[in-house]
């Protein structure tokens, strides 16, 4: 399976961003779809995730001002973020959770390549 994320880059604060992120490969079913980040010397974070049947759930960080989707028929997930602020800035991370085929058991994770997003002041 591989994921490819896109549509981070550099905006001021208070702007928007779109970042999309389609799954392809042996894929039955997508269980969750998630959106992590990662700032210069911080841990990983989670920043949303979504399941199939569209639970949603937003960091507090982020709750007001992102908002995440998916398409199940397409295997993509967007993160739309709106009013974003210099604390946002970090490389965002795709991350998906896969049944391979039908009846299976075993559920496997997958990680995008990451894609910058910078906010400057």
Not at 12 to 36: K, P
Not at 66 to 95: G, W
Request: aromatic share 8%; net charge positive.
């Amino acid at each position: 399976v591989q994921l490819q994320a896109s549509g981070g880059g550099l905006v001021q604060s208070g702007g928007s961003l779109r970042l999309s992120c389609v799954a392809s490969g042996t894929i039955f079913s997508i269980r969750t779809m998630a959106w992590y980040r990662q700032a210069p010397g911080k841990q990983r974070e989670l920043v949303a995730d979504i399941t199939s049947d569209g639970s949603a759930n937003h960091a507090d960080s982020v709750k007001g001002r992102f908002t995440i989707s998916r398409d199940n028929a397409k295997n993509t997930v967007d993160l739309q973020m709106n009013s974003l602020k210099p604390e946002d800035t970090a490389v965002y991370y795709c991350y998906v959770e896969v049944w391979k085929v039908a009846r299976s058991t075993i559920l496997l994770d997958y990680w995008g390549q990451g894609t910058l997003v910078t906010v400057s002041s």
